[in-house]
């Protein structure tokens, strides 16, 4: 179903953004600014807090920052505004696939939530016939919100580098391919979402065809011009049926999807941990808990919808090929062949929806770390029926989600990064890139950066405590109280 805006949807949504702003008045207990200003080595005054990535993790984290009274941050994103995130670039579902009463990036704010935005903009009978949320509206309800609270954000910003300097770190960015300028901020958040820790991955031997021949599913994708030619997809979670789906869509004359398992994964366990129990004290658990929970659930990975299915398999050009993994890759003449547990295939184009690769050493901001951040093989062995060597490439986070040394002492200024973003499930469950996830995670974050800020200072805070003397009353008698009479006795 496809919502239309009503008439008078601007004024509706101007009027909830002032719903929103006297809500958050009403309920911005203690008011008081309380960091300290840090001076920058450069000058000037250093941000409190730099997030990278301006996508739903970001924001909410920067929201929850600002109600807890930290407004000296900024928020950076390499790509243009409303182009943050996955939504209208490599996601290529029509529509989120969480429930649509799913609460995120509003912070349990009526006024904030995805329904409010919705019901003003589309009325409360479009609400009701909602099914999901399309990607569009989930973009154009996040830019809203992101202008409702005010959230700083500067777009089209990359970050090259991040390094120590005295009281915290030295962020390098580069804006629109300009000249590179330094930013310094006592912490910094990493919600760059999926790739955050490492890089999107593919089988060697398809990284070595040449590139007009294949692609990850995070890739632009030209599906205009697989019209009529043969697509090959390896893997079966939702991108896969996903891209599957966009190809045939686009006209493509085939499209075989591989799976490598017996069948595709039909059971979806983000849906059994979406309770409070799980989403709330999964990071308090021993890391004994922690592994066999996420070792079962990142087996099962994450299952698709009917719908998804039902886009792909009512072309009668979709193939799908179960127990059926691929070993290798050649050209022969301008065409594919592909080496599978069936058999050779001969394809135009090929596409890996293989996921994430954790590897510190692929982010350039994390360069001058990588080697010494802490793996959960660093810090856990797990039972020899329970070894995964794909969960052991996980970072292993401290309690407030910051990265940990490897080596103690070697590079001590991670404890100022903290990561909120997918790499951050082995820890703390589905967290930085999760909407189910955010009414819990997000204070978490929140909680583990201010305490960090306050810790930081505490020397000043004392002092400043102790040099406290602003007084609430003076001891002021009326006129003619016997007490005015008994002091200007004293004072003749």
């Known amino acids: 179903m496809t919502s239309h805006a009503l008439p008078h949807a601007d004024r509706a949504l101007a009027d909830l953004t002032l719903r929103v702003r006297d809500d958050l008045d009403r309920i911005s207990h203690p008011r008081r600014p309380w960091t300290f200003a840090h001076d920058a080595p450069s000058g000037g005054t250093m941000l409190d807090v730099l997030i990278v990535g301006g996508g739903q993790s970001?924001?909410?984290?920067a929201f929850g920052l600002m109600r807890d009274e930290v407004r000296n941050i900024l928020v950076v994103d390499?790509?243009?505004?409303?182009?943050?995130?996955?939504?209208?670039?490599?996601?290529?579902?029509?529509?989120?696939r969480s429930p649509k009463d799913f609460t995120g990036p509003d912070l349990d704010i009526p006024s904030l939530t995805y329904q409010s935005w919705h019901e003003a903009k589309f009325g409360p009978e479009s609400w009701t016939a909602?099914?999901?949320?399309?990607?569009?509206?989930?973009?154009?309800?996040?830019?809203?919100?992101?202008?409702?609270?005010?959230?700083?954000?500067?777009n089209d910003t990359?970050?090259?580098?991040?390094?120590?300097?005295?009281?915290?770190?030295?962020?390098?960015l580069s804006m629109m391919g300009g000249e590179p300028v330094r930013r310094y901020a006592r912490k910094v958040v990493l919600a760059t979402g999926q790739e955050s820790l490492g890089r999107w991955?593919?089988?060697?031997?398809?990284?070595?065809?040449?590139?007009?021949?294949?692609?990850?599913?995070?890739?632009?994708?030209?599906?205009?011009?697989?019209r009529g030619k043969r697509v090959a997809i390896l893997g079966a979670g939702a991108s896969a049926f996903d891209n599957?789906?966009?190809?045939?869509?686009?006209g493509a004359g085939e499209v075989h999807l591989f799976c490598r398992r017996a069948e595709p994964q039909l059971v979806q366990p983000y849906l059994w941990l979406t309770f409070t129990?799980?989403?709330?004290?999964?990071?308090?658990?021993?890391?004994?808990?922690?592994?066999?929970?996420?070792?079962?659930?990142?087996?099962?990975r994450e299952g698709f919808p009917q719908p998804t299915w039902d886009r792909c398999a009512k072309h009668m050009n979709f193939r799908l090929h179960t127990a059926a993994g691929w070993s290798g890759a050649r050209m022969e003449g301008d065409r594919v062949v592909l080496e599978t547990a069936k058999g050779p295939l001969e394809a135009d184009y090929v596409i890996c929806a293989t996921g994430i690769e954790h590897n510190p050493a692929q982010r350039p901001e994390l360069a001058r770390a990588a080697g010494n951040i802490a793996r959960w093989e660093d810090r856990f062995t797990p039972a020899p029926d329970e070894q995964n060597n794909r969960l052991s490439a996980f970072p292993y986070l401290g309690n407030d989600y910051t990265l940990q040394e490897r080596v103690p002492g070697q590079t001590p200024w991670l404890r100022n990064i903290h990561l909120f973003s997918i790499a951050a499930t082995m820890s703390f469950g589905p967290s930085g890139s999760s909407i189910n996830a955010m009414k819990f995670s997000v204070p978490k974050l929140v909680s583990g950066i201010t305490g960090g800020l306050f810790r930081d200072d505490v020397e000043a805070y004392w002092q400043d405590l102790r040099s406290y003397d602003i007084r609430q009353a003076e001891l002021r008698w009326p006129e003619g109280h016997p007490m005015t009479l008994s002091l200007m006795k004293q004072d003749a």
């Open 58 to 61: 970001g924001l909410a984290a």
């Open 78 to 96: 390499q790509a243009p505004r409303g182009l943050e995130g996955p939504w209208l670039s490599y996601a290529r579902m029509h529509t989120l």
């Open 130 to 154: 909602l099914h999901l949320i399309t990607k569009q509206d989930w973009v154009d309800y996040l830019l809203w919100l992101r202008d409702a609270v005010g959230i700083p954000v500067q």
């Open 158 to 172: 990359t970050v090259l580098d991040i390094e120590p300097c005295e009281g915290g770190l030295c962020v390098v």
């Open 201 to 226: 991955s593919m089988p060697g031997f398809v990284e070595a065809l040449p590139p007009q021949v294949r692609a990850h599913t995070a890739e632009g994708i030209d599906f205009a011009a697989l």
């Open 244 to 250: 599957a789906a966009t190809a045939l869509e686009a």
């Open 277 to 300: 129990g799980f989403l709330k004290h999964f990071s308090e658990l021993d890391d004994v808990w922690k592994w066999r929970f996420m070792n079962y659930i990142l087996g099962l």
